[in-house]
């Protein structure tokens, strides 16, 4: 079997998705997701000029051998343009080599390790209590664990939510340019725990709370934090300070039991080490799409485990499903698996494009046997949405610093 065509396509369903269709010359094709938020046209045009050439005529089962090939080949490693396109590629190799053994694909991994996929959902507002509102019907529904993000009284914008739209920011799809948004730590740090303690007041203690900080704190601030919300008992606080300094966590590590997730911009294994060997988080957020693949996805988890590290992917929706499907075979297969974020179904637009079944109930995901990963995408549909081009927003504190957004 032989690769003989990759399509890209570029779409904004309901927001901006590059998928790929990776067609092999018995008529199998494999799909990948190679979206890479706000600056995806640097990935199609690093897959147009600079992969696809180099795949025609390549056996699509050496999946190892291709990613090595583009991630050693390329010279230039790293980087979340490289690693998101070979990711888009390793992807769709998976789904070829399934549809090829007629299996799903945790089944190529080694098969499952637990009945579902335990999941995160969102519960955001624009005050705490609408984020409590939330809460109260994620719990009804059936979520055993649920992040919470409030929006700061008092400021422009938050994470969280945009303003009067209350909804995601990576689900925009008309900002032409960044907009700007304003941030306070101090006010921030007052406010958060206030959410937590009305939440374990309204909610109890068996509810599993968790919250993203998004980079915005200084490490000793982050300490803080952790420190002050030790009396709620989070599954996690996420993305406390940006790990380009590994070191840095050592500052938190050391002033609080509070558990450190980090890593949903992380693209290879060297980004984790440091802070898995030296024991300085807990959960490892490392997505399909940016972190190059699932064939690299595993060796994390593998080297995470011998740490006590669990794995919990990135699942924002400015990962297309075609991400979260893969997720899915990762998340039953991997034995220190934890949680997977997970922001719902889909908008009815992403419906009539990608094609998928998965059953959320009790909390758990759970997947048929479809072979390969089990998604399909419809071209003639996707062609009703153009890409727009749009970015996340930036921050600056209150007197022009520009911040981490
Ligand atoms: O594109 C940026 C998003 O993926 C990010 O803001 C989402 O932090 C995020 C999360 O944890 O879902
Ligand atoms: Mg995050």
């Given at each position: 079997m032989k690769i003989k065509d990759i399509k890209i396509f570029l779409n904004s369903v309901s927001r901006n998705f590059l998928t790929i269709?990776?067609?092999?010359?018995?008529?199998?094709?494999?799909?990948?997701?190679?979206?890479?938020?706000?600056?995806?046209?640097?990935?199609?045009?690093?897959?147009?000029?600079?992969?696809?050439?180099?795949?025609?005529?390549?056996?699509?089962?050496?999946?190892?051998?291709?990613?090595?090939?583009?991630?050693?080949?390329?010279?230039w490693r790293k980087g979340p343009v490289t690693m998101t396109a070979i990711g888009a590629i390793d992807m769709a190799l998976w789904d070829i080599k399934g549809k090829v053994a007629g299996l799903p694909v945790y089944q190529l991994l080694g098969g499952k390790s637990r009945k579902g996929v335990t999941v995160y959902g969102h519960a955001n507002g624009g005050s705490i209590d609408e984020v409590m509102v939330n809460l109260g019907n994620m719990i009804k529904e059936g979520y055993k664990v649920v992040r919470l993000q409030s929006k700061l009284p008092d400021t422009k914008g938050s994470y969280g939510t945009l303003e009067g739209k209350k909804n995601y920011y990576e689900l925009q799809s008309d900002r032409p340019l960044p907009p700007e948004l304003e941030w306070n730590t101090t006010k921030y740090m007052n406010f958060v725990p206030e959410l937590f303690k009305r939440a374990r007041a309204e909610y109890g203690n068996e509810i599993r709370l968790c919250h993203d900080v998004h980079n915005r704190l200084t490490p000793i601030e982050a300490a803080r934090l952790g420190k002050i919300l030790e009396p709620y008992d989070l599954l996690f606080l996420e993305d406390m300070v940006p790990a380009d300094n590994q070191d840095t966590y050592k500052i938190i590590r050391q002033h609080t039991t509070t558990p450190l997730a980090i890593g949903e911009i992380f693209n290879t294994i060297w980004?984790?080490?440091?802070?898995?060997?030296?024991?300085?988080?807990?959960?490892?957020?490392?997505?399909?799409?940016?972190?190059?693949?699932?064939?690299?996805?595993?060796?994390?988890?593998?080297?995470?485990?011998?740490?006590?590290?669990?794995?919990?992917?990135?699942?924002?929706?400015?990962?297309?499903?075609?991400?979260?499907?893969?997720?899915?075979?990762?998340?039953?297969w991997a034995p220190n698996f934890a949680v997977q974020e997970f922001i719902g179904f889909g908008t009815p637009?992403?419906?009539?494009?990608?094609?998928?079944?998965?059953?959320?109930?009790?909390?758990?995901?759970?997947?048929?046997?479809?072979?390969?990963?089990?998604?399909?995408?419809?071209?003639?549909a996707a062609s009703n949405y153009p890409y727009k081009r749009s970015y996340l927003p930036v921050n600056r504190l209150e007197?022009?610093?520009?911040?981490?957004?």
């Open positions: 269709k990776i067609w092999t010359d018995e008529g199998i094709y494999g799909l990948g997701d190679g979206t890479l938020n706000g600056r995806e046209m640097a990935v199609v045009s690093y897959l147009e000029e600079h992969i696809v050439p180099c795949l025609i005529g390549k056996d699509p089962s050496q999946i190892e051998d291709i990613w090595q090939y583009l991630y050693k080949g390329a010279y980004d984790t080490k440091g802070l898995i060997e030296n024991q300085l988080i807990d959960y490892c957020r490392m997505a399909v799409s940016h972190g190059g693949g699932i064939t690299p996805l595993v060796k994390v988890a593998n080297f995470a485990s011998l740490y006590h590290v669990r794995m919990a992917p990135h699942g924002a929706p400015d990962l297309s499903p075609i991400s979260s499907m893969a997720h899915m075979h990762f998340d039953l637009e992403m419906n009539t494009v990608f094609k998928f079944d998965l059953k959320l109930v009790d909390g758990l995901l759970y997947l048929t046997d479809a072979p390969g990963l089990g998604i399909d995408f419809d071209e003639e007197d022009g610093t520009m911040w981490g957004w």
